[in-house]
């Protein structure tokens, strides 16, 4: 894992928003993972602006991490309106090839089965976006998750829908299931880049990255992947114990290689 820590969310959102760059600069027909949540909506207005810029997406095909059960895609909480508003409007990707799970399908379960079919047809992730709950989720995949799952329907936990609570009117419309990418899936991806920003995620941060691998906190499985860059900000990078370690290899979040 690469830990890069930079001093200010503004930062880490620029290095991470650097690598999503660099990778469909390289090979502008790349496979990314999409995440949504708070975390995220800088990190994409920052690549509406490089897109502004030049940076081009026509070529990308996009698959996001999750969409919950019963949001149809032009429901306001939807992440499928989500994507559009934040992202998907702004740049030019082909919207064909922008892929969300069907949270309305009527049958869910053979909904995920298919979206990991479509994954595997368009042959696999390049560079899966993450954010972190703060319980240790990545996707919707809740602590105990299986680390050997794949797309499926998950029941949410409490904290993750209060988490959620302030995008919707009323608590009871908080939905209690999603159907997400599984942890397996998510290992699957070539790269895999986490951006956790802030206080609240600390903990989480700590216990993925130096606690053990374990299915109570998911994001643990990502000490198995080979290719994992971690983008912090210093109040998320708070409880690393080898923190200066981290900044030692990669000063200001930077990618310094043998000299
Ligand atoms: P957040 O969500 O960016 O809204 O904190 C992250 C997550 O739950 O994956």
Avoid: W
């Avoid at 990190?43 to 081009?56: F, I, M, N």
């Avoid at 996001?64 to 994507?83: F, I, K, Q, T, W």
């Amino acid at each position: 894992m690469k830990v890069l820590i930079l001093d200010t969310a503004e930062a880490a959102i620029s290095r991470a928003a650097g690598i999503i760059a660099q990778t469909i600069t390289q090979k502008p027909r790349a496979v990314l993972g999409l995440a949504t949540g708070g975390t995220m909506l800088p990190l994409y207005a920052r690549l509406c602006q490089l897109h502004a810029e030049g940076l081009r997406f026509a070529g990308v095909t996009s698959f996001n991490l999750d969409e919950y059960v019963g949001l149809g895609a032009d429901h306001p909480c939807s992440y499928h309106r989500y994507m559009r508003a934040a992202l998907f409007d702004h740049i030019d990707i082909d919207r064909a090839r922008a892929h969300l799970p069907k949270g309305d399908a009527r049958d869910v379960h053979c909904e995920a089965i298919r979206y990991e079919g479509r994954i595997a047809e368009a042959g696999g992730i390049d560079l899966q976006l993450l954010g972190l709950g703060s319980n240790g989720h990545i996707g919707f995949n809740e602590p105990t998750s299986s680390l050997g799952s794949r797309t499926r329907v998950k029941t949410l936990t409490e904290s993750t829908r209060q988490a959620n609570r302030i995008y919707f009117e009323r608590e009871a419309d908080v939905p209690r299931f999603a159907i997400t990418m599984g942890v397996a899936t998510i290992l699957e991806a070539r790269a895999c880049l986490l951006l956790a920003t802030g206080p609240a995620k600390a903990q989480a941060v700590a216990a993925m990255v130096e606690g053990a691998l374990s299915a109570i906190c998911p994001a643990s499985a990502l000490q198995q992947h080979p290719a994992t860059t971690v983008v912090l900000d210093r109040a998320a990078a708070r409880d690393l114990r080898l923190g200066a370690y981290y900044e030692h290899v990669h000063p200001e979040g930077q990618d310094r290689v043998l000299a």
